[in-house]
């Protein structure tokens, strides 16, 4: 099963690559060449971008092709539980945080909550209401602290605006 | 012969004072907590503090740095002890005996023994420095833009064979990081590539967001996934080691030292695969090969003693050639350039001060390993029961704020979470990450190399070929290409073992 899958993603991401490499070396191509600064073909901006969209072309196509041929691929089992559900919240929360610090959102107040929701939904699940009062209230605290620790490091110590 | 000494007695008399020999202490116990916690590597952690201590004074800076790679390079030994689950990818190699030892109740002993053969690697990786570096440094003046070009090139191909599985996804890594590192106004005649017309990308991907993001962003995600709640072994014997088994142990130390700094010192090929190698080469000496992978205490002090000594190894093409020896060198390396030191051949004779701070920062940081190894272990068990779930979080808040300080800049916010999603994803897929890095940092080497190889050619490219290093660069570059073609491959495996048949 997971021999499979592997496969069927290199196969994927070999013809991505494909594609990738050839758009970079047509729009290397199309780089101007100043040669009224001196500059030749193989000295001008897009001649090296241009070789590395092809390699990366081809390397794709013997990703593509060794996919196709043999089924079965050498990637290591993987023995522990995973979750694609849980780096999928963790990506979700992140990026919504990024995007909070990016669009200039107070830092405190934004970073107090993305910990606390964090940590909250990270151990919500399996533990009874008690539990789950105190480790709202245990985040909260974390957050708070780290916030204005970090807070305190950048713009006091290092001089440097936070959003 | 001597003329060393007086730099090497600076590098130590500008660290003996009580805030200097403070801040070491403290980055030796974070780098020690950043190591043994799974989760937080080396790369990381190294790639967050420069970003957090662009701010201060150089010197310091680079002393924090070093002490944190040191010591995470080592910590991780305890959670491989502890957990079986190694703290940095380099000590995956100490957990086969090391937790073995563990449930022998004998986990004292053997974070004692990884404590003395992170110490002694690291030592023979200093002398190996201290040896290596002049002469190199050297020999290095001697290079010209064609071997810089064949040695970038080789550079990123070799890291993309050894660090993964599968050189090919290894090299597509490496390609990718090289394109990275050509977006943005090229040097030459200033053109913006790949820049579409947004102002932010004609400036380029700058290197730490780019690498928090590959390290920090995408780690989190990948430590998230992963549900698997460890248990903590009891460590209540002695963790001081007796003299007589490390005398027992000495060949094996000197051996691995050795061949952990020459590991080291290839490029873009560091700490883990330092690990494995000493690791493979004890067992094929040793009079007890049966006992590896369960409980050797031989095995153990290899793979240590390795993956220390592959630290100062990894940072002497550093210190001679501007060209990292591992993903961690490389944060180090982007570090010691924004500090204002030049690493590169030129460093011997503009910057040699610098070369003797940094194996004093070294030995410094390897009393680090001896004092708080022996010294923290009932702290270190409980910071081994901190739970991912409430640690993640501030290290994400961090991954997003140190970047954005370096430059101020909202962009750079964006620049992480993308290389941390495409880091994450092509991670998922079996791609090592090294090369990537790899890749960002010679990508500028790789072209402006290129460019003047090719003007000073003038038409004739036998200059690539033809002089004597370059041709010894394009045959490993060669070799490692022909490698993978199948028939190419059959064939020299089919002469190889007729030669070996041809043998009694």
């Given at each position: 099963m997971q021999d499979q899958t592997t496969s069927r993603a290199d196969l994927w991401s070999g013809l991505f690559w494909i594609v990738l490499g050839a758009a970079i070396t047509v729009h290397s191509a199309g780089m101007p060449v100043p040669r009224n600064l001196g500059a030749t073909t193989m000295t001008g901006p897009g001649f090296l971008p241009m070789l590395l969209g092809g390699a990366l072309a081809l390397m794709g196509l013997t990703l593509a092709v060794r996919a196709l041929r043999a089924p079965r691929t050498d990637a290591p089992e993987t023995a522990e539980p995973v979750s694609n559900g849980r780096a999928f919240l963790a990506l979700v929360l992140m990026v919504a945080y990024a995007a909070a610090l990016a669009t200039r959102q107070p830092f405190v107040p934004s970073t107090v909550l993305f910990v606390t929701v964090f940590v909250t939904l990270f151990n919500w699940q399996g533990q009874d209401p008690g539990r789950r009062i105190r480790t709202v209230l245990g985040a909260l605290a974390m957050a708070a602290a780290c916030a204005f620790a970090i807070e305190f490091v950048f713009e006091q110590l290092f001089f440097v605006r936070l959003p | 012969m001597f003329d060393f000494l007086p730099f090497l007695l600076t590098g130590f008399a500008n660290l003996l004072n009580p805030q200097t020999m403070a801040l070491a202490a403290v980055a030796c116990v974070g780098g020690l907590i950043i190591g043994a916690l799974?989760?937080?590597?080396a790369t990381m952690g190294l790639a967050l503090l420069t970003t957090m201590t662009l701010h201060m004074n150089s010197n310091d800076a680079i002393l924090i740095l070093i002490c944190t790679y040191v010591m995470a390079i080592y910590g991780g030994s305890r959670s491989a002890i502890l957990l079986n689950i190694p703290g940095t990818p380099s000590s995956a190699a100490t957990a086969l005996d090391g937790y073995v030892l563990a449930r022998q109740g004998r986990a004292g002993e053997a974070m004692g023994l990884a404590t003395i053969g992170s110490v002694l690697g690291t030592l023979v990786g200093i002398l190996l420095l201290a040896v290596i570096t002049p002469p190199l440094g050297e020999f290095a003046l001697s290079f010209g833009a064609f071997e810089f070009f064949w040695l970038a090139l080789a550079g990123v191909m070799l890291s993309g064979n050894l660090a993964g599985t599968d050189p090919v996804k290894g090299w597509i890594a490496g390609i990718l990081g090289l394109l990275v590192a050509m977006i943005g106004q090229e040097p030459a005649y200033g053109y913006p590539r790949f820049a579409f017309g947004v102002p932010e990308l004609t400036g380029g991907i700058q290197l730490l967001p780019a690498m928090v993001g590959a390290f920090g962003f995408a780690e989190v995600l990948y430590v998230l996934r992963s549900k698997a709640n460890a248990s903590i072994t009891d460590a209540s014997d002695r963790?001081?080691?007796r003299m007589r088994d490390i005398i027992a142990l000495r060949w094996t130390a000197v051996r691995s030292g050795v061949l952990g700094t020459f590991i080291g010192l290839l490029?873009?090929?560091g700490e883990d695969i330092g690990a494995w190698a000493s690791y493979a080469v004890a067992k094929r000496f040793s009079k007890t090969p049966e006992k590896f992978g369960r409980g050797s205490t031989e095995g153990l002090m290899a793979a240590e003693t390795g993956n220390n000594a592959a630290v100062p190894g990894a940072l002497i093409p550093v210190l001679?050639?501007?060209?990292?020896?591992?993903g961690v060198a490389a944060v180090l390396m982007a570090a010691l350039i924004i500090h204002g030191a030049q690493p590169g051949p030129l460093m011997m004779t503009t910057n040699p001060q610098m070369i003797y701070d940094i194996i004093a920062m070294l030995t410094v940081a390897t009393l680090g390993i001896l004092v708080f190894g022996l010294s923290l272990t009932r702290l270190m068990i409980l910071v081994l029961k901190v739970k991912d779930t409430w640690l993640m979080p501030v290290v994400a808040v961090l991954c997003l704020v140190g970047p954005y300080a370096i430059q101020s800049s909202y962009f750079d916010i964006w620049v992480v979470v993308f290389f941390g999603v495409v880091g994450f994803g092509l991670r998922l897929m079996n791609y090592p990450m090294a090369p990537l890095v790899l890749g960002i940092v010679l990508g500028t080497i790789l072209d402006s190399n290129l460019r003047r190889s090719v003007t000073l050619a003038n038409g004739d490219f036998s200059a690539f070929f033809t002089r004597p290093i370059s041709a010894f660069l394009c045959a490993i570059v060669v070799a490692m290409i022909l490698a993978q073609v199948g028939p190419v491959r059959r064939l020299v495996g089919r002469g190889w073992s007729a030669i070996r048949g041809a043998r009694p």
């Open positions: - | 799974p989760g937080l590597t963790i001081i080691p490029p873009g090929v001679t050639l501007g060209i990292p020896g591992s």
